[in-house]
C-alpha cells in the first residue's frame, strides 16, 4: 500500500518542526575527585555530570565539615546519622568510616542523584568495612518536611531515632527553612539526661548580599526550642564559582 500525498505532507510537516540531531547538546560526563582523609586514605567520589538540584559540585561545606568530624569522633561514633542533601554523600561516609552504626544519605528523589550516592557507597564500601564492619549505610530520596513514614520504611520510619543530622551548605533554599526545621524535628532523638544528640549546620555565604537571610534558618530554630551555638568559623583560602564577578571576597564557613 503506497502512502497518500496527504501522509507525506503530514511526515513533510512533522519533519519541518522537529530539531536536528546536534540541536540538544550532549549530557555532561560524571566527574571524580578523590577526598584525602587526615591519615592519607583515599575516598573515591563520583559526582553527577550536571544537576539543577546543585548535586554535580562538592560544596565546601561537605569538605570542611568531614575534616571537622575527623577531629571530633565522637560525635559519630556508634551513632545513627541522618544527612540532608548529601549531593556527593562525603560526610557520611566520612561518618561511617569513623565509626558510626547507621548512617542514612538523602537528597531530593531524583533518580540521578540517588543512583549516585549509591555509587559512591558501593565504590567506598570495601574501604568503609575494614574500618567499620558494622556499619550500615544507604542512600535514600526524601523530601524536606514531608513526613518520613512514608519517606521510606527501611530509611526513615522510626521518628527521633539519630543521634546527628548533617546539613551542608543547603542554607541557600532561603524558602526551605521551614520545611529543614521540621525535618530536625521529626528525626532527631529526643533529648533525654546525658544525650547529646544535635545538628550540625555548616554553610557557606556565597551570596554575601544574602546572608541576613541565610542566619535567618537559625532565628527560626531558636524560636522552634533549639539552642544554638557557633562552634567553627573559617576564612577560605578559595572561591568555588571564580567566574562570578560579584563574589570578590574570601567565603567564610560556618559550623552551627
Known amino acids: 500500500m503506497q502512502p497518500s500525498s496527504e501522509d507525506e505532507e503530514d511526515a513533510t510537516l512533522a519533519d519541518l518542526f522537529a530539531d ?48 571537622y568530624l575527623q577531629n571530633n569522633e565522637a560525635i ?23 565509626g558510626a552504626t547507621n548512617v542514612v544519605v538523602t537528597d531530593y528523589p531524583d533518580e540521578d542523584l540517588i543512583e549516585n550516592l549509591k ?12 574500618r567499620n564492619v558494622a556499619v550500615n549505610i544507604r542512600a535514600e530520596g526524601y523530601v524536606w518536611g514531608s513526613s518520613t513514614t512514608s519517606a521510606s ?26 520545611k529543614l526545621i521540621s525535618t530536625i524535628r521529626q528525626n532527631l532523638k529526643k533529648p ?3 544525650d547529646d544528640s544535635r545538628v550540625l549546620v555548616f554553610f557557606t555565604p556565597y551570596r554575601p548580599w544574602l546572608l541576613d537571610k541565610d542566619m535567618a534558618f537559625f ?11 557557633k562552634v567553627l568559623e573559617r576564612v577560605m583560602d578559595w572561591v568555588m564559582f ?5 563574589v570578590n571576597f574570601n567565603p567564610r564557613l560556618e559550623i552551627v
Open 242 to 246: 571564580k567566574d562570578d564577578q560579584g
Open 20 to 67: 536536528p540531531p546536534d540541536y540538544f547538546p550532549p549530557p555532561k560526563p560524571s566527574t571524580h575527585i578523590t577526598y584525602v582523609l587526615q591519615n592519607g586514605d583515599e575516598i573515591k567520589l563520583q559526582l553527577v555530570g550536571h544537576n539543577p538540584l546543585w548535586g554535580h559540585l562538592l560544596w565546601n561545606a561537605g569538605q570542611v565539615v568531614s575534616e
Open 119 to 130: 555509587f559512591n557507597i558501593a565504590e567506598n564500601e570495601v574501604y568503609i568495612k575494614s
Open 192 to 194: 533525654h539526661a546525658g
Open 153 to 178: 520504611p527501611s530509611a526513615l520510619a522510626s521518628l527521633n531515632s539519630f543521634d546527628l543530622l548533617i546539613l551542608a551548605d543547603v542554607l541557600f533554599n532561603h524558602s526551605e527553612h521551614g
Open 219 to 229: 532565628d527560626l530554630a531558636r524560636e522552634e526550642g533549639f539552642r544554638v551555638e
Open 76 to 98: 559519630v561514633n556508634g551513632k545513627q546519622i541522618l544527612e540532608l542533601g548529601a549531593g556527593a554523600g562525603l560526610p557520611s561516609i566520612v561518618s561511617a568510616i569513623l
